[in-house]
């Protein structure tokens, strides 16, 4: 490609056009901050109109209200497909703004009419008791991506772009965002955009100058050093830069043409001509003061183009007749009379540059994907079950088959593209690698004859960053198209704070009947805390599920299943599910086959159940003694202690309950899978002791049942945080989850078995030390537990 030239030019009323359309912007998102009556300014402003509490970010208004008028022009004028994603946390006022210029927002909350009745609601509701937030939100029409904690714009954007061929993503970088670890990463996601399949991001990186009360590290780079930044990032940037705001609209009109002429040009060679070179997209630094257009001094202090101007400029309107002056000085400084008429309507030079219907920001429906999205189709889990004639006599790696049923999924988008898989580097390490018999890893950098699966089209992507994966697929997700996330257990807490934006977005959606289910966040949790026995302590940690469960119970869903089959049934449930978060944890190590595809699906459907087969109630009115158990490791050692009982405790009446939906353990009123009483009651019994190998932290399981009946009966083996490298069955061993130490425990519990029992309790004392003078010398477990198999 050539040097870049920015030599289009606005006429005369093109340019006064997009001024007034900027100016109403402002006007009204000064107005949401400030005013609760008089919004057209048709007396003198006085106290009683302005909002008793001043809440909002006045500082990046002015700029995403600039975007937003430019990006109207370029939509209208070339007929584009376009959303935008709003980085700067709190930029509210000005989305808000542009949405009800345009009339998508009174298009969806008809109350907040395009009017001057509706400009006051619009103004009122702002920041205000059962008003709406100030940073952009699930509320707001056009809006993917929740505004407040900062980092995760761009790769919402890539996300959004990818299989979206005809779909123009601009995403705006405020410059304190910039600063963020996972902002930082996700610059990177050019490398896997395929010009063909998938559509363009331009990101527009507004550098104001200041977060809350500091300078912007970017916006203190001299040009020369940022542009060398961007440009090994592999963008090739465009410089917007001034404070004169018709000198900044020409400059800003020339930029868009530009950069969407040579985006237009690289998806042409792509698609037309059969090009492969990885292009350097465009992108604008868009340099403009921060507060733009607001007071320039407070109290003698500067304001406009300092860290002042973030939030509320002028914070003493009610009680300082200096600040309510000034305040009204500045809304009238917008003109607003030649931009609203008597009845509060935009006038029509103000709305030349808005395009029509879906084309607006805020009524593409790529902005609301439930609009979009199709059912994923799943393949009959019949083809890819494995045989269960009897439980415990064979293995499988569970994670391993789930790969051969999701290479089917692939091969049966590949025409739609509306699937994808992504994750930090380990779909092989986690035994999905049957999906590359269908498509491989996105990648459209360099490639040597070493490299394996690497595609430009592929529709598999790994990056070694956590937050770029998780920002991908919300962004995919968010548009209307289905995925997974199969990430190492105890990494996924890399985005412990991203689900929980994820899960926000969700919950309030479902008070939004506008906004239509998307499909779910589907987490595949493997490698996990019980086989990462030779990575060691680093690689141990299972709380990533203690962490869901504290969040909204209408939205979060935490399966275990013990073994191949029933992964493939809740796979089955939770690839076709919407709107929760689901997550998966499932080994890929080998692991015994207890269920057949039938009992799979009945003891998921129940989510927690008795395995008669596997205890010795044997008709008897009660058990003497439950074991229960969560989580394929846990499940085994249960079982291995069942047996021990039987051959040694043989008049004992063992029920042994498997519990593959967590949730199930909570109470109805707390969560909807939760059991009633009486259910829970009659599964772990109202009096009896319950021995509960858990998978992860032991507490979140007494958290989850505090307030049954029996919780005092109940007794729970997990994870305990030791760790090292060692063998596996001494993980299990050194968090006192082992079979030995469970009989231990059915023995101390049971009432009278502690004289009767004492000999068998030491014999599983004895074995345990044997352990451990075992793997000290032979570096392996003992053989009666390598080669253990169920006798049934």
């Not at 465009?238 to 040579?262: C, E, F, K, S, Y």
Request: include cysteine; proline fraction near 8%; charge should be negative.
């Amino acid at each position: 490609m050539p040097p870049v030239t920015v030599t289009s030019k606005l006429s005369n009323q093109e340019l006064q056009a997009l001024d007034a359309h900027w100016r109403a912007a402002n006007y009204l998102a000064v107005g949401q901050i400030y005013l609760m009556a008089n919004p057209l300014l048709t007396e003198p402003l006085r106290p009683e109109h302005v909002k008793p509490r001043l809440l909002g970010h006045w500082g990046t208004s002015p700029g995403l209200n600039l975007v937003h008028t430019h990006l109207n022009r370029v939509i209208k004028a070339r007929d584009l497909d376009a959303i935008c994603i709003w980085g700067p946390g709190h930029g509210g006022p000005a989305v808000l703004a542009n949405s009800w210029l345009e009339g998508s927002y009174s298009e969806t909350y008809p109350d907040v009419s395009r009017d001057a009745e509706g400009m006051g609601r619009l103004f009122k509701q702002f920041s205000f008791p059962g008003g709406v937030p100030s940073h952009v939100a699930p509320e707001t029409p056009g809006s993917i991506h929740e505004g407040g904690e900062l980092g995760y714009s761009l790769s919402h954007a890539y996300g959004a772009a990818l299989d979206n061929p005809g779909l123009l993503v601009t995403c705006v970088i405020g410059d304190g965002e910039a600063e963020t670890g996972p902002l930082a990463a996700s610059w990177h996601s050019n490398k896997f955009l395929d010009p063909v399949h998938d559509g363009a991001v331009l990101p527009i990186l507004h550098l104001n100058g200041y977060k809350i009360a500091n300078p912007t590290v970017l916006s203190r780079l001299p040009e020369a050093e940022l542009d060398e930044l961007l440009r090994g990032y592999g963008h090739d940037p465009i410089h917007v830069t001034g404070d004169d705001p018709l000198t900044v609209h020409q400059l800003m009109a020339a930029a868009m043409d530009t950069v969407l002429d040579r985006i237009a040009a690289y998806q042409e060679a792509a698609r037309e001509q059969g090009a492969t070179e990885r292009p350097s997209w465009p992108m604008i630094v868009l340099r403009t003061p921060k507060g733009w257009t607001g007071p320039a001094e407070v109290d003698g202090l500067p304001v406009e183009g300092t860290w002042r101007a973030h939030q509320v400029p002028l914070s003493e309107v009610r009680n300082n007749p200096r600040h309510l002056r000034q305040l009204e000085e500045w809304l009238r400084s917008y003109r607003p009379e030649e931009l609203f008429d008597d009845a509060g309507r935009p006038r029509p030079h103000v709305l030349a540059c808005v395009p029509d219907g879906e084309r607006r920001i805020g009524a593409n429906p790529h902005a609301n994907g439930g609009l979009l999205l199709r059912d994923l189709p799943v393949p009959d889990l019949e083809r890819f079950a494995v045989a269960v004639d009897k439980p415990g006599v064979t293995l499988h790696e569970p994670t391993r088959v789930l790969g051969d049923l999701l290479e089917q999924v692939m091969a049966d988008t590949a025409g739609r593209r509306d699937f994808r898989i992504v994750g930090p580097d380990e779909t092989a390490s986690n035994r999905l690698q049957a999906v590359y018999g269908v498509t491989g890893k996105a990648w459209q950098a360099q490639t040597v004859p070493v490299d394996e699966n690497l595609d430009a089209h592929g529709r598999v992507m790994e990056i070694l960053s956590e937050h770029t994966c998780q920002g991908w697929l919300e962004g995919y997700l968010l548009t209307g198209r289905h995925g997974l996330f199969s990430c190492y257990e105890a990494f996924v807490h890399i985005v412990d704070s991203m689900v929980n934006q994820h899960i926000k977005w969700l919950r309030t959606t479902r008070t939004l009947p506008w906004r239509r289910p998307i499909a779910s966040l589907n987490y595949l949790l493997t490698s996990h805390v019980w086989r990462q026995d030779h990575n060691g302590f680093s690689h141990q940690d299972p709380g990533f599920v203690d962490h869901v469960l504290n969040k909204a119970p209408e939205v979060v869903r935490v399966y275990l299943p013990p073994d191949t089959n029933t992964l493939l049934s809740v796979a089955d449930h939770v690839l076709a599910s919407k709107d929760y978060v689901n997550v998966v944890v499932a080994g890929k190590q080998p692991c015994f086959d207890w269920l057949s595809l039938d009992a799979a699906r009945a003891h998921c459907a129940r989510g927690a159940g008795i395995w008669e087969w596997a205890g010795t109630e044997d008709g008897r009115t009660e058990p003497d003694v439950v074991l229960a158990c969560a989580g394929d490791v846990p499940t085994q050692e249960i079982l291995a202690a069942a047996q021990l009982l039987r051959r040694h405790l043989p008049q004992l009446a063992v029920r042994i309950v498997n519990v593959v939906d967590l949730a199930r353990l909570l109470p109805r009123e707390e969560h909807p899978h939760g059991m009633p009483d009486p259910e829970y009651d009659a599964l772990l019994t109202p009096d009896k002791p319950v021995i509960f190998a858990y998978h992860g932290y032991p507490w979140l399981i007494h958290r989850l049942a505090y307030r049954r009946t029996n919780h005092h009966h109940l007794h729970v083996r997990g994870y305990k945080e030791i760790g090292t490298t060692t063998t596996p069955f001494d993980m299990v061993v050194r968090n006192d989850l082992d079979r030995y130490r469970l009989v231990m425990d059915v023995i101390d519990r049971v009432p009278g078995l502690a004289v009767t029992a004492a000999p068998v309790r030491q014999l599983m004392e004895d074995t345990r030390l044997r352990h451990h003078a075992w793997i000290r010398e032979h570096g392996t477990d003992l053989p009666e537990v390598a080669d253990w198999t169920w006798e049934g």
